[in-house]
């Protein structure tokens, strides 16, 4: 049974950095708003301690600030070194302007 629960409005993320960094279950988790479409992934680094909300966003993925690698957003999986380790990905919705993230990962 799933449990979902709101963690921010849609206005809330940044028009100009399109990210957000929010807490699930008192874990730091990242928004993304992708041209309208909602995603969220953990948001600390695998790699390092670096917050992705703090990233660089382009095309789908996002840069880690401290040692430069990159995610697809979508999928969590690393696109080239020094990462190796997939993101975790929570599962998504909108209901009406809240956006709510299912309280454990997808």
Same mark, same amino acid.
């Given at each position: 049974?799933?449990?979902?629960?709101?963690? =921010?409005?849609?206005? /809330?993320?940044?028009?100009?950095?399109?990210?957000? !960094?929010?807490?699930?279950?008192?874990? =730091?988790?990242?928004? %993304?708003?992708? /041209?309208?479409?909602?995603? *969220?992934?953990? /948001? !600390?680094?695998p790699h390092?301690? *670096?917050?992705?909300?703090?990233? %660089?966003?382009?095309?789908?993925?996002?840069?880690?600030?401290?040692?430069?690698?990159?995610?697809?957003? !979508?999928? $969590?999986?690393?696109?080239?070194?020094?990462?190796?380790?997939?993101?975790?990905? %929570?599962?998504?919705?909108?209901? $009406?302007? =809240?956006?709510?993230? !299912?309280s454990e990962?997808?």
């Amino acid at each position: 049974m799933s449990n979902w629960k709101p963690v =921010a409005m849609i206005h /809330d993320i940044s028009p100009d950095t399109n990210t957000l !960094r929010v807490t699930l279950d008192g874990e =730091a988790v990242c928004l %993304y708003n992708l /041209d309208g479409e909602i995603c *969220a992934t953990q /948001d !600390r680094c695998p790699h390092g301690n *670096a917050s992705l909300a703090d990233g %660089y966003l382009e095309d789908g993925t996002i840069e880690c600030p401290l040692h430069q690698g990159v995610f697809d957003i !979508r999928s $969590g999986k690393p696109q080239c070194p020094p990462v190796t380790t997939d993101l975790k990905c %929570y599962e998504v919705k909108v209901e $009406g302007e =809240a956006i709510m993230l !299912r309280s454990e990962p997808a």
